[in-house]
């Protein structure tokens, strides 16, 4: 909050934190020095976490089409990091609605399995799948058996610079192991 900062320092509570912006991986407790021009709010997010992302629209109708991203980066070694989708119409109160669990976990020679447990009440999103992020670092995705490569994706439209790896996963999928 000074005039012509462009840095500034963040402390992370123990453990890893991925910086959402550039993707980088930091360990925690202690302070860093981070960019933080005009327009860039520094935030970070505990690594093993599953966070998903829609693209926001004009209204609860919209959004609610908008295609999906999961973004996973790896937990620490020995813990399970997790995540969930909630979805409804927007407008009843009938209690329909569709819910995705992801677990995240480190597997053997630093492979990354990715669970998927749907539960759908008679809601089904008007998404078939999502488009699942990891950082840079993995050569491919098996999803329930079936091997795929990964694309560069650049988030720059996402005002980010950092650039992850992609694949599309059908939303009733079981499991992704990423090698």
């Given at each position: 909050?000074?005039?012509?900062?462009?840095?500034?320092?963040?402390?992370?509570?123990?453990?890893?934190?991925?910086?959402w912006n550039?993707?980088?991986?930091?360990?925690?407790?202690?302070?860093?020095?981070?960019?933080?021009?005009?327009?860039?709010?520094?935030?970070?997010v505990r690594?093993?976490?599953?966070?998903?992302?829609?693209?926001?629209?004009?209204?609860?109708?919209?959004?609610?089409?908008?295609?999906?991203?999961?973004?996973?980066?790896?937990?620490?070694?020995?813990?399970?990091?997790?995540?969930?989708?909630?979805?409804?119409?927007?407008?009843?109160?009938?209690?329909?609605?569709?819910?995705?669990?992801?677990?995240?976990?480190?597997?053997?020679?630093?492979?990354?399995?990715?669970?998927?447990?749907?539960?759908?009440?008679?809601?089904?999103?008007?998404?078939?799948?999502?488009?699942?992020?990891?950082?840079?670092?993995?050569?491919?995705?098996?999803?329930?058996?079936?091997?795929?490569?990964?694309?560069?994706?650049?988030?720059?439209?996402?005002?980010?610079?950092?650039?992850?790896?992609?694949?599309?996963?059908?939303?009733?999928?079981?499991?992704?192991?990423?090698?």
């Open positions: 909050l000074q005039k012509g900062a462009t840095r500034r320092e963040v402390w992370l509570p123990e453990g890893s934190w991925v910086d550039t993707g980088a991986v930091h360990e925690g407790a202690r302070s860093i020095s981070v960019d933080a021009p005009l327009g860039i709010t520094p935030l970070f690594a093993g976490m599953a966070l998903f992302l829609a693209e926001p629209g004009r209204n609860a109708d919209e959004t609610l089409r908008a295609p999906l991203a999961l973004e996973v980066s790896a937990p620490p070694h020995g813990t399970l990091g997790h995540g969930s989708l909630f979805l409804d119409d927007g407008e009843s109160a009938s209690g329909e609605r569709f819910i995705l669990d992801v677990s995240v976990e480190c597997i053997d020679d630093g492979r990354l399995r990715v669970g998927f447990d749907c539960k759908a009440d008679r809601f089904l999103p008007a998404q078939r799948d999502l488009e699942l992020r990891v950082l840079r670092g993995y050569r491919s995705a098996t999803v329930d058996g079936e091997r795929r490569g990964l694309e560069i994706r650049e988030l720059a439209r996402e005002d980010r610079t950092a650039v992850m790896l992609a694949t599309r996963v059908p939303l009733d999928a079981r499991e992704v192991i990423l090698e």
